[in-house]
């Protein structure tokens, strides 16, 4: 037998291997081109789950604020009308003060209404980072679903 047959299909072939090749050639691969239905309609399904997350965690942001806003501006308006109808108007008009940093010291606030200011204040801002810790869940989550997974699902890692 001449090995040189096998490897590069020169010198002189063996019988039995060419009976053996042509038993198997019938098994040998047969390219095909690819054939399509003609019914057949590509569509893209949309995913609007992300967009709806995104609106909804914007939508709660802006209202947040809103109510923060219209909460602070609520709690100052009292707080000015106090201060304007304890003060009597000067009669006559104030000169405005040099630019020079003054020496007097200023005048003290109410520590109960500071107090309370306070107390809103921070209440205010706990909504509003609750808002926001909350906004930023829901963008992460949209950001996430969005991505393509790198590894197939129901497929462990090699290793």
Do not use: C
């Amino acid at each position: 037998m001449n090995e040189d047959y096998l490897w590069d299909k020169s010198g002189e072939p063996d019988p039995q291997i060419q009976q053996l090749e042509e038993i198997l050639g019938t098994l040998r691969y047969q390219q095909k081109p690819l054939k399509l239905p003609t019914g057949l309609s590509m569509h893209r399904r949309r995913k609007y789950l992300p967009l709806i997350a995104i609106a909804a965690t914007v939508a709660i942001a802006v209202l947040s604020a809103g109510v923060w806003l219209q909460f602070h501006n609520r709690e100052a308006e009292p707080t000015i009308l106090a201060v304007a109808i304890a003060s009597p108007p000067p009669a006559t008009p104030i000169k405005s003060p040099p630019l020079s940093v003054s020496k007097k010291p200023l005048k003290r606030q109410n520590p109960a209404l500071v107090r309370h200011n306070t107390q809103e204040a921070l209440a205010a801002k706990q909504q509003l980072m609750f808002a926001l810790r909350l906004a930023s869940e829901k963008l992460n989550s949209a950001y996430r679903r969005t991505q393509t997974p790198t590894q197939i699902k129901n497929q462990h890692k090699a290793g």
